[in-house]
T-cell receptor
Framework: AQKITQTQPGMFVQEKEAVTLDCTYD???????LFWYKQPSSGEMIFLIY??????QNATEGRYSLNFQKARKSANLVISASQLGDSAMYFC????????????FGKGNQVVVIP | DTEVTQTPKHLVMGMTNKKSLKCEQH?????MYWYKQKAKKPPELMFV???????INESVPSRFSPECPNSSLLNLHLHALQPEDSALYLC???????????????FGEGSRLTVL
């Protein structure tokens, strides 16, 4: 069964606007972690943000924030003030059970920022 | 620039060839990983090394053989590959396995492999 679902088609975003990338997950664990990674065309996966299942505050890292709705099992990424360099593939991932050492990735969202 | 260096960036090999992918990090990390990523797909975990010992093998075919000769280096030896093995092979490292659990995973830019 798919554990991470990212269903949005490719997105075009105007520079300086905000964009929200949807991610829903499926787990029966109480302790888990949610991550967002960015993959530009160069291929490197870049870690953006992390949310632990017990964290009460939504995670923020600069222009990135994670809208964590535990009851709905969603972990949407919000990128504020988009920049041209934000054009990339974005992957949501989950680590079940601390110590599992495995990440389950979603299929990704393609984002293109236009000037 | 990424602090995880992978060579070569591109590799074309025949099904009878033997080749190796190399990964190097100098961040003092003690956990290193190999992922495989097919085009337009998410990365899939292949192997995890912790303190130079193999910790996880995700049932990868034996034609892929990992090696961790020291804490800075991770190799992936390739032999008798199939065309369907063509993919981007990503190496990653983390301070230790615990750090990975909070996302502190650093990836290289990958080695793009084509098997003819």
């Amino acid at each position: 069964a798919q554990k991470i679902t990212q269903t949005q088609p490719g997105m075009f975003v105007q520079e300086k606007e905000a964009v929200t990338l949807d991610c829903t997950y499926d787990t029966s664990d109480q302790s888990y972690g949610l991550f967002w990674y960015k993959q530009p065309s160069s291929g490197e996966m870049i870690f953006l943000i992390y949310q632990g299942s017990y964290d009460e505050q939504n995670a923020t890292e600069g222009r990135y924030s994670l809208n964590f709705q535990k009851a709905r099992k969603s972990a949407n990424l919000v990128i504020s003030a988009s920049q041209l360099g934000d054009s990339a593939m974005y992957f949501c991932a989950m680590r079940e059970a601390y110590g599992n050492n495995r990440l389950a990735f979603g299929k990704g969202n393609q984002v293109v920022v236009i000037p | 620039d990424t602090e995880v260096t992978q060579t070569p960036k591109h590799l074309v090999m025949g099904m009878t060839n033997k080749k190796s992918l190399k990964c190097e990090q100098h961040m003092g990390h003690r956990a290193m990983y190999w992922y495989k990523q097919k085009a337009k797909k998410p990365p899939e975990l292949m192997f995890v090394y912790s303190y130079e010992k193999l910790s996880i093998n995700e049932s990868v075919p034996s034609r892929f053989s990992p090696e961790c000769p020291n804490s800075s280096l991770l190799n992936l030896h390739l032999h008798a590959l199939q065309p369907e093995d063509s993919a981007l092979y990503l190496c990653a490292s983390s301070r230790d396995l615990a750090a990975m659990n909070t996302g502190e995973l650093f990836f290289g830019e990958g080695s793009r492999l084509t098997v003819l």
